[in-house]
């Protein structure tokens, strides 16, 4: 992250149109900072399905919580919530889950 420290130095010398003076490389080395924090928000996970990321683990988090939810609703096994309002945590648990979700998804659509 040093790169992001380097370039905002030159906001102290420059307006926002100004024309600072950069070197190809350190343009190039915020580019592969950008392109290394956005492969870090895609999911993934590794040969045995364990995620690799927080995002792939966020996606499993949502999809057992979504099965949960299907089994309290029809009333399957031992999944009957006992407190009134688990239901509602859980959803708003999932609300939550996919807040952070959909940047990653737009993400992966990007070219």
């Known amino acids: 992250m040093e790169i992001v420290e380097e370039m905002r130095?030159?906001?102290?010398?420059?307006?926002?149109?100004?024309?600072?003076?950069?070197?190809?490389?350190?343009?190039?080395?915020?580019?592969?900072?950008a392109e290394?924090?956005?492969?870090?928000?895609?999911?993934e996970w590794d040969e045995a399905g364990e995620a690799k990321t927080l995002a792939a683990a966020?996606?499993?988090?949502?999809?057992w919580m979504a099965l949960i939810e299907?089994?309290?609703?029809?009333?399957?096994g031992p999944w009957k919530f006992s407190h009134p309002d688990s239901l509602q945590k859980l959803r708003g648990s999932r609300a939550a889950l996919r807040?952070?979700?959909?940047?990653?998804?737009?993400?992966?659509?990007?070219?």
Not at 70 to 76: D, E, P, S, T, V
């Open 9 to 33: 130095s030159f906001e102290a010398d420059h307006k926002p149109d100004g024309w600072p003076a950069v070197k190809m490389r350190q343009i190039s080395a915020l580019c592969d900072e």
């Open 70 to 76: 299907r089994l309290h609703n029809n009333g399957r």
């Open 58 to 63: 966020a996606e499993d988090a949502d999809e």
């Open 36 to 43: 290394r924090l956005r492969a870090e928000m895609k999911p």
């Open 99 to 111: 807040r952070f979700l959909t940047p990653n998804n737009q993400v992966e659509r990007q070219p």
